[in-house]
């Protein structure tokens, strides 16, 4: 089917070389050795619209949308002291609405654009113009990324410790939702945020006996069998020495919140979670992800276009029911996980076959 109409994506920029390759005219003024005037420069510029996507999804259906930036940095929404919302609100509203002009009925709200506005809960929203944050199909992609480890090791949810970093997040409550449903036996999941209170009211929604939390993150990092990283941080969270022998990361964070150094480490799992492929869809640049694919926030604004929803898509927390409907759709449009990579690089499989006698669940 021939749509009449796009749909539109969003991103700020993950760093400063980002925007010197993409959109070097944004720094026209900025004095480069000096953060303070790059920040100043880009705060005074404009959202653009920077590409056009095309192509066909899996199953063969035309996919027709343009990509947008905000001329923030990664760390100006991440950092303790974070850009104020009087200051980004506009920004975002501002790219939406180019979208929209140029014919967008469904935008994604991608990478940290969404989390920025506490999911995407206080953007006044062009009419008939509909918006997400991706997070559905993020929190889902990674269950199913759990899944495929388990999968291509033969092993059950019956044992081991499963922690969620970021667990009171967006993602994170939808994944650690998820988990509970999956293990049994002697299997534990671990809650992990810097706030107590969210994180007991998370414990209390499960109801499960096998549910702990904790905010000594530090302390908790080595003990787990099973990582998943869903914070969104400005410095890296998790080290090189952190993870315990045997264990498996999925990093739901870009930029990224671990140490890339991971990926040498011969006895840790380290995988790039959100990977979706997407062999015959053209991104008109590079996006700082594996040849052929995309991340999963992006799949899922295609989705709901595609599917020609008119209702802005679960802005908030991400409802953990809706994990398995968003899973039906993607595979109704031939969407799958990305072979494994880890920091972009594939994983060669004699790494399975090397890590396969060191995983420890």
């Not at 035309?62 to 905000?70: C, E, H, N, T």
């Amino acid at each position: 089917m021939i749509r009449d109409n796009i749909f539109g994506f969003i991103s700020q920029f993950m760093g400063i070389e980002t925007v010197k390759y993409l959109a070097p005219h944004l720094l026209k003024e900025a004095d480069l050795n000096d953060p303070i005037s790059i920040e100043s420069t880009l705060l005074d510029r404009e959202p653009f619209v920077a590409t056009n996507i095309s192509g066909r999804t899996p199953s063969g259906d035309l996919v027709r949308g343009k990509f947008a930036f905000v001329p923030l940095l990664a760390e100006y929404l991440t950092r303790q002291v974070p850009v104020p919302r009087s200051v980004y609100l506009p920004l975002i509203r501002g790219a939406v609405n180019k979208l929209a002009d140029r014919g967008a009925s469904f935008v994604g709200l991608g990478s940290l654009t969404g989390s920025g506005l506490t999911g995407g809960g206080k953007l006044v929203r062009p009419v008939n113009t509909y918006l997400t944050t991706g997070n559905t199909f993020a929190a889902c992609s990674s269950v199913m990324a759990i899944e495929k480890v388990f999968e291509k090791f033969n092993r059950k949810f019956n044992k081991g410790t499963f922690t969620v970093l970021g667990a009171t997040g967006s993602i994170g409550t939808a994944i650690s939702h998820e988990l509970a449903k999956r293990l049994e036996g002697d299997a534990k999941l671990v809650l992990l945020a810097r706030s107590e209170v969210p994180l007991k009211n998370l414990k209390n929604e499960i109801r499960k006996p096998f549910v702990e939390y904790s905010t000594e993150i530090e302390a908790n990092i080595p003990l787990a069998d099973v990582l998943v990283v869903t914070t969104a941080n400005h410095n890296c969270v998790v080290s090189c020495d952190m993870p315990k022998s045997g264990s498996v990361i999925i990093d739901d964070t870009k930029p990224w919140n671990c140490d890339p150094r991971l990926k040498d480490r011969e006895d840790v799992l380290h995988i790039d979670g959100g990977l979706i492929s997407v062999p015959d869809i053209d991104f008109g640049m590079n996006m700082d992800c594996p040849e052929k694919t995309i991340y999963a926030c992006l799949v899922e604004t295609i989705i709901l276009w595609l599917r020609s929803f008119e209702e802005d898509y679960f802005l908030g927390k991400v409802q953990h029911d809706q994990l398995p409907i968003m899973k039906e759709y993607s595979q109704e449009y031939g969407f799958e996980l990305a072979p494994f990579h880890s920091f972009n690089e594939l994983i060669p499989e004699k790494f399975y076959e090397n890590f396969s006698n060191r995983c420890n669940f």
